[in-house]
């Protein structure tokens, strides 16, 4: 039996799992410039899972993630699926992303070029591309009706949510940034900046839900690597963006096929950070889920 899902983000399928719940299954698409391209990343799925997971379960005494232990829909529970499902709450979320930075890169560095400041934030003159801010900052950013991301201000985001919401999201937001960095660098690994989506439960408490941490919602470093004054290797989707920007894409649909070098690529940095943020071998995560014979 086939089931359908509920929803389908550029990512993560969702379905129903019972009164309150959601399952969510990740999938091996990946977007660039809010493009889903053509072609898959094979296993990107169970890394952006298998990460999800550990951060969860990191970041559980900071502020309660929407993962529960429920069985998911047992249409759900194939091969093919090991490795990539989760089974959590439904919550009702909040209409902003919630980014935290501690390095002027992507769309801040380029927003501090033109006004000198990041999201309302008023920034030390003289800063270069990849250098390290002051402090970590708060900015929110919200979809526009096309779908891509738009960074706005903190006192638009509290307009949106609300001032007392907009203060809880922002204190958590940094906190859970804190923590990550001191993690990422015992592995070597510079957090630039990371992407949190937050809801409200039945009680009513703010709740981490989406994804954590990972490739996908966040700008990793090689620490050795890291130097201000310009773009820094990741092991985020900018390997991606890169080849796009390489080939001259206009970042309109319909996307062009990634070449298999680009893919495989993409895949090695995808499941280094996985093993360095973990210490755990992404194979050994496979033979846990049950899904080493799937992946093959």
């Not at 296993?43 to 502020?63: E, N, P, Q, Y």
């Not at 996908?216 to 090689?222: A, C, G, I, K």
């Amino acid at each position: 039996m086939t089931l359908a899902p509920i929803a389908q983000g550029k990512v993560r399928d969702i379905y129903d799992a019972g009164p309150g719940l959601v399952a969510l299954v990740a999938s091996d698409r990946i977007s660039a410039y809010d493009v889903v391209m053509p072609t898959l990343v094979p296993d990107k799925g169970r890394v952006l899972t298998g990460l999800s997971l550990h951060w969860f379960a990191r970041l559980a005494d900071v502020v309660p993630g929407h993962l529960v232990d429920a069985p998911a829909p047992d249409a759900l529970r194939t091969p093919q699926n090991a490795g990539r499902l989760m089974v959590a709450k439904r919550l009702r979320m909040f209409p902003v992303e919630c980014v935290a930075r501690g390095y002027l890169s992507g769309s801040a560095w380029r927003e501090y070029r033109e006004t000198g400041t990041v999201a309302d934030h008023a920034l030390p003159a003289g800063l270069t591309e990849s250098a390290r801010l002051p402090e970590p900052i708060f900015t929110p950013a919200t979809k526009s009706s096309d779908g891509h991301d738009e960074n706005i201000t903190r006192a638009r985001a509290a307009e949106i949510v609300g001032a007392d919401a907009a203060r809880d999201l922002e204190a958590l937001t940094l906190e859970l940034y804190r923590r990550a960095e001191r993690d990422c660098a015992r592995a070597g690994l510079i957090l630039a900046d990371t992407k949190f989506e937050f809801g409200r439960d039945d009680d009513g408490t703010i709740t981490l839900g989406d994804e954590v941490l990972t490739p996908d919602s966040s700008r990793l470093w090689p620490g050795l690597h890291w130097k201000p004054g310009g773009p820094v290797p990741s092991f985020d989707k900018q390997y991606v963006r890169d080849w796009l920007d390489g080939i001259r894409w206009n970042r309109t649909p319909p996307a062009p096929t990634l070449p298999g070098d680009v893919v495989d690529g993409t895949r090695r940095r995808y499941v280094e950070a996985y093993e360095r943020l973990t210490s755990q071998s992404f194979d050994t995560y496979l033979q846990h889920a049950g899904a080493q014979e799937a992946a093959q």
